[in-house]
């Protein structure tokens, strides 16, 4: 059956001819018939033999188109045969051949020759390369999604028609989206944000792709960029996503602390200017020029402490004092830091008791900084505390850590204002720290250098009944 298909085509295509010109024949001797029919009835022996004349010429016509059919039917088989037949019956022995495994020879490397051989190969190195390719693909498609899943920035896809083809979970938290919003339309409109898809894509150069919002508690900058497909034609726009919140704050803070500055710097020297002028414009007494060089001095050393705590903090930030490591004992230093207040305790009347107990083990840390902090932790008890009060001071030992408690039955510290005691010129009271001479960068700096040695600071207060410092530092092991 097989071997037999060229001949099966070739018959095929010659009855099919011979029906096609037998039913024309057919057609045209039926009316050749017709008109015989008609010319017998009406007896004219001349229009008898034209029509028989003409019904020869037609039959010897039609012999002869079935011969040149049936040529150009065995040429069209032969042709058809040649082009289509034979390579499939060849495929077709040479797959009968694979699977039995007849006439298949192996070369020197250990493949497969001969023409099944080679067919055979060419088929395996195929599908290996095919299966390299997709394992490629698909692998480097989990690290995108594995990518896009942990990043920390939002990422969402839209296609050219603001259709969503894909959303990372940070850009779904970042904006607080619902369900319902599944186009870029939906999305940007209850954002607020004036922005079309179409110039994104089409207009780049023309149009803002980039947005700051504050969205709930959190400031998002949203970056809009078109992509291309393979065809460099325009396949839709992605969407970035960034928390700057903390860029946000740590601007206002700065905008906050140059104005502080500014404001702190203005006083003492608005105070030194009008004093110094009024001096130059007339003549006084010497109590009354005294006076006011008194309080010009006083104003200027003012400035000069808010300078000097400015230049410290500055350095703490930036990294650039290089803390002396020392090992000390913090008993000791808690006495001595006590014994140079003995002027403001006694001037207050205070009583001041400390405590140490025998198993504070010795510090490593860096004892200037370290005395610097129980300084301004005792100042401000001493300060902050009416004439008369109680000031006790606790040295100890606990978990590795030696701590100093200051506890005072002072003014205290409102609960509101507790978090941003540690801010930088933040003050409780500001009249009377200003008047008390302090900068607001007491704390700051104490915040500070406990942090470089790894310690901490905590206090907790109630209004009209004291204030309790703790500090920790790490004990030398």
Known sequence: MKKNINLKIVIIFFL????????????????????EEIGAEQANIELIQSINTQLSQMKLTIIISLAIYAIISILI???????????????????????SGENIKINDNGQKAGEVGDLENAFSLMTNELKEKLSEVNRQKKQIETILLHMTDGIIAFDVDGGIIHINPAAKNLLGLKEND????????????????EKVI????????????????????????????????????????????EHVKLDNMRKEFVADVSHELKTPITSIMGYADTLLEGEYDEETRTKFLTVISAEAKRMARLVTDLLTLSRYDSKKITSDITTFDLGDLVKKCIEKLKFEIEKKNHNVECFVTASVPPIEADKYGIERVVLNILSNAIKYTPDNGVIKVYVGFVYNDAYIKVIDNGIGIPEEDLERIFDR????????????????LGLSIAKEILNQNKGSINIKSVVGKGTEVVIRIPAKK
């Open 16 to 35: 099919l001819g011979v029906l096609l010109i037998l039913g024309l024949g057919a057609s045209y001797i039926y009316m050749l018939n017709q008109l």
């Open 202 to 245: 089409y207009l780049e150069n023309w149009t803002s792709s980039e947005q700051r919002k504050h969205v709930g508690e959190k400031y998002v900058n949203i970056l809009f960029a078109p992509f291309q497909d393979e065809n460099d034609r325009p396949a839709g726009v992605v969407t970035l996503i960034q928390d700057i919140t």
């Open 77 to 99: 088989g032969f042709f058809v045969a040649k082009a289509l037949v034979f390579p499939m019956k060849k495929l077709i022995k040479s797959a009968e051949k694979m699977a």
């Open 182 to 197: 599944d186009d870029f339309e939906k999305i940007f409109r209850r954002l607020d944000i004036n922005i079309n898809i």
């Open 425 to 440: 010129f933040y003050r409780v009271d500001k009249a009377r720290s200003r008047e008390l001479g302090g900068t607001g």
